[in-house]
């Protein structure tokens, strides 16, 4: 079946007491059983529930996965993979990535003892060097966080086999329209289902998705354990949400194109990220694993002027100053104080990521209106 068919119809089934063509939403704690465990398996909502069995369904199949868990949120569906570590194991992480996921790492599971290596994967070569008997995850994102770098995750994926650990990849920036890390050998894709798979910014939640039927039953127990589940009527919007993503998908990409090429032309713009760019690093890795180039952009003035970057973000009237992306509006954001001000200055300026850079997540609306929203912010 046809991605965009997918997005229509995985995981949603008319339902059968009423021919409903949308699944209801089940907004219900527990489920009346006849007889103690005689039932039509349905206990308890953080533990089952129809919608969410829907959603999750319908992430799976657009991952081209087996199994699909969705969580209360993005940095939720990050914690349930961590905690099936232990003491002593070491996550070999890239360098450039989401502030809360730098946050958790760091600030949550160092302190149980897990060891965090953040390193360039540009060469995912770079990885072997890094990997010891206490090695058990990789742990990438790309597009990254916000400085669009191009992880070959195929390679990554042959890395993680022959040391015979899990490889888990961050799609959220890409979507599952764009990009399917299960194809290319991952064990686990994690999503920000907040951003586009939702995409109308009204929705916080997370996923993961793999084909390993241990492995999810290790993930499952430790959702339903530690109870970081998504609601029914958050899980209602996004099954609402996905039937458009395929749409959505194309029009950010046609935007984001727009977009960028006018930032680059712009004499007062230094440097602008995104992978579409044939100059851009890994550009032919991302040709060859991406379906489109995405709509997230970033970018810097000549001079790391952070109050000159405020000005501009203050002045526009289409972009939206705000912490999220991937909704059918365009945003702005400011990494260094808002999604990646958990990083020290010193690693963010490792990577690049200066006190100047804006990152973009181009919408839906016309693109002329964006690029007229830009030229007067950007004067």
Same mark, same amino acid.
């Given at each position: 079946?046809?991605?965009?068919?997918?997005?229509?119809?995985?995981?949603?089934?008319?339902?059968?007491?009423?021919?409903?063509?949308?699944?209801?939403?089940?907004?219900?704690?527990?489920?009346?059983?006849?007889?103690?465990?005689?039932?039509?398996?349905?206990?308890?909502?953080?533990?089952?529930?129809?919608?969410?069995?829907?959603?999750?369904?319908?992430?799976?199949?657009?991952?081209?996965?087996?199994?699909?868990?969705?969580?209360?949120?993005?940095?939720?569906?990050?914690?349930?993979?961590?905690?099936? @570590?232990?003491?002593?194991?070491?996550?070999?992480?890239?360098n450039?990535?989401?502030?809360g996921?730098?946050?958790?790492?760091?600030?949550?599971?160092?302190?149980?003892?897990?060891?965090?290596?953040?390193i360039?994967?540009?060469?995912?070569s770079?990885?072997?060097?890094?990997?010891?008997?206490?090695?058990?995850l990789?742990?990438?994102?790309?597009?990254?966080?916000?400085?669009?770098?191009?992880?070959d995750?195929?390679?990554?994926?042959?890395?993680?086999?022959?040391?015979?650990?899990?490889?888990?990849?961050?799609?959220?920036?890409?979507?599952?329209?764009?990009?399917?890390?299960?194809? @290319?050998?991952?064990?686990?894709?994690?999503?920000?289902?907040?951003?586009? @798979?939702?995409?109308?910014?009204?929705?916080?939640?997370?996923?993961?998705?793999?084909?390993?039927?241990?492995?999810?039953?290790?993930?499952?127990?430790?959702?339903?354990?530690?109870?970081?589940?998504?609601?029914?009527?958050?899980?209602?919007?996004?099954?609402?949400?996905?039937?458009? @993503?395929?749409?959505?998908?194309?029009?950010?990409?046609?935007?984001?194109?727009?977009?960028?090429?006018?930032?680059?032309?712009?004499?007062?713009?230094?440097?602008?990220?995104?992978?579409?760019?044939?100059?851009?690093?890994?550009?032919?890795?991302?040709?060859?694993?991406?379906?489109?180039?995405?709509?997230?952009?970033?970018?810097?003035?000549?001079?790391?002027?952070?109050?000159r970057?405020?000005?501009?973000?203050?002045?526009?009237?289409?972009?939206?100053?705000?912490?999220?992306?991937?909704?059918?509006?365009?945003?702005?954001?400011?990494?260094?104080?808002?999604?990646?001000?958990?990083?020290?200055?010193?690693?963010?300026?490792?990577?690049?990521?200066?006190?100047?850079?804006?990152?973009?997540?181009?919408?839906?609306?016309?693109?002329?209106?964006?690029?007229?929203?830009?030229?007067?912010?950007?004067?």
């Amino acid at each position: 079946m046809h991605f965009d068919t997918k997005a229509v119809h995985a995981g949603v089934e008319p339902d059968p007491s009423t021919g409903a063509i949308m699944t209801p939403i089940f907004q219900t704690s527990t489920y009346v059983q006849k007889s103690p465990g005689d039932h039509k398996g349905f206990e308890y909502s953080r533990t089952q529930n129809p919608t969410r069995f829907a959603l999750q369904d319908s992430i799976a199949a657009l991952e081209n996965a087996n199994h699909g868990l969705v969580f209360a949120s993005g940095l939720a569906a990050i914690d349930a993979v961590i905690k099936l @570590l232990k003491p002593g194991d070491e996550v070999i992480s890239g360098n450039d990535l989401y502030g809360g996921t730098y946050r958790i790492f760091t600030k949550i599971f160092e302190d149980f003892g897990i060891k965090f290596h953040f390193i360039d994967m540009d060469d995912v070569s770079k990885i072997e060097g890094y990997i010891n008997e206490n090695t058990k995850l990789i742990w990438l994102e790309t597009p990254t966080n916000p400085m669009m770098n191009i992880i070959d995750i195929a390679a990554a994926a042959s890395i993680a086999k022959k040391h015979k650990v899990l490889l888990g990849v961050d799609n959220t920036f890409a979507s599952p329209a764009l990009q399917n890390p299960i194809d @290319l050998g991952a064990d686990i894709v994690m999503h920000s289902v907040t951003k586009y @798979l939702g995409g109308h910014s009204d929705v916080v939640m997370g996923a993961l998705a793999m084909n390993d039927k241990e492995l999810y039953e290790r993930l499952a127990f430790i959702q339903n354990s530690c109870g970081a589940v998504a609601g029914p009527q958050d899980c209602f919007l996004v099954l609402r949400g996905i039937k458009t @993503l395929h749409l959505r998908m194309e029009r950010h990409c046609e935007n984001g194109a727009k977009i960028a090429n006018y930032l680059k032309n712009h004499p007062k713009i230094n440097k602008v990220y995104w992978p579409g760019f044939e100059d851009h690093p890994n550009h032919d890795i991302a040709k060859s694993q991406m379906k489109g180039f995405g709509g997230m952009i970033s970018f810097t003035f000549h001079e790391d002027d952070m109050q000159r970057s405020f000005e501009v973000m203050e002045r526009f009237k289409v972009f939206a100053l705000a912490e999220s992306l991937g909704g059918v509006e365009s945003m702005a954001n400011h990494p260094a104080t808002m999604t990646h001000g958990a990083i020290p200055k010193e690693e963010r300026m490792k990577v690049g990521l200066l006190d100047s850079l804006i990152r973009l997540s181009v919408g839906i609306e016309n693109a002329e209106d964006l690029i007229s929203d830009l030229e007067q912010a950007i004067g």
